[in-house]
């Protein structure tokens, strides 16, 4: 065998290169690490198809925790990644709405979130006409709003400075597909690749988004993470609507419906019904384009009656990395095949969380605990334990 690293990750998106750029220039691990990407483009990964939102709106504090450090780096950027590091950040909050049924949930995620150390203020109607006038009260019992610590950035050069700074640091990219993972008992002995090369490693890091199953599967290891397709519609407004934050109506009249501006336009979603969101082949892409006008808009114009004049202007899918069991990350090592570690199933917060995700994985590998935010409440041994991690959403 001619190739030998220590490290092989599969798949070089914000997971993979954020594992990478963790190992190689924050920790400074001696040890040589390959990024295995099969499309350097990144054109259909999760990572450039997202909203590319951060949030410390979550139920968990393992997962306020991984996105309270991607705004430590979005806050450290230039001391991180140099003196022209930016991301487009626009730190304008998420503002979720609950309806009457929804506020108990909203408090105790609130109280969980403030002892996190989060800067989220809980807004009566009256406050959120007063902030944004724009928008209809209709049906609003209480709203949670990021003060500071949420917003959205540009996924392209987030990834792109990460990537960068991981190569920059000594980390090895190749363009190839993990074709097949060879174990020897409990361990990964190497990987094969889509140009035939074999490769020997020491550890593997599954970071293959949606693909995160079947890479798993290569290696005979059973991982229920698998692509579901969602929508992203941009639009135009003819009138005005300013100072919109990202906006999340968890209140029955649109329920579970988000907008947020884009440049001049804004981009809006849906989460699907969970019975209407199967598993999809990894080349469909295809628009749903009735989603917009069927439930998108008319939850959006009553929320915000000069919605009323939205124009799309255009749409795209992209694939969640959507984790089965119970929409969170699987992180950490396989508690028998030790040498192959997660960093999946993210399931729509990922882009946030890569930091965090990938500052983790290189702990275990470098240090073989973690170190900054203990994980554990991730690690695959609670699928077999039936322990899900539930995020507690308001609807
Ligand atoms: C529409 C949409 C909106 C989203 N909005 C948000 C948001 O607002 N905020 C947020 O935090 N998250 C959001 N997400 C989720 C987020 O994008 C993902 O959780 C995150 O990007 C996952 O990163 P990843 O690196 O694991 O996967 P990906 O970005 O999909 O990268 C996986 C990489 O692995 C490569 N790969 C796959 N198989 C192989 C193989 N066999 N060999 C080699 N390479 C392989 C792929 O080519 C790809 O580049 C959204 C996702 C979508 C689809």
Redesign the pocket.
Known sequence: MAEHFDVVI???????SSTAWFLKKELGFSGSVLV????PT?AR???M??????RQQFSTPENIRLSRFGIDVIRSLKERFGPDADIGFHEKGYLTLASEAGVPILKANHAIQTAEGSDIALLDPDEIARRWPFLSTEGIALAAYGNSGEGWFDAWMWLDMIRKAAKGAGAVYTHA??TGIAREGNRVTSVTLSDGREIACGTFVN?????GGD?AKLAGIELPVEPRK?F?FVVHCREKVEGLPMLIDGTVISSGVYIRPEGQYFIC?VSPEENADPRVGEDDYDVDYSLFDDVIWPGLATRIPAFEALKMVRAWA????FHTFDHNAVIGRHPEVTNFVFC?G?S???????PGAGRAVAELIAFGEYRSIDLSVFGYDRLAAGRPVVEANII
């Open positions: 599969a798949g070089g998106a914000i997971m993979g295995v990407e099969k499309d990144y990964s999760a990572t198809l997202s909203a590319a939102s951060i597909a993990v970071a293959a988004g949606p693909a890479v969602r992203v979603g992209g694939h969640y990395d999946n993210f729509g917060h990922g882009i946030q969380q890569g």
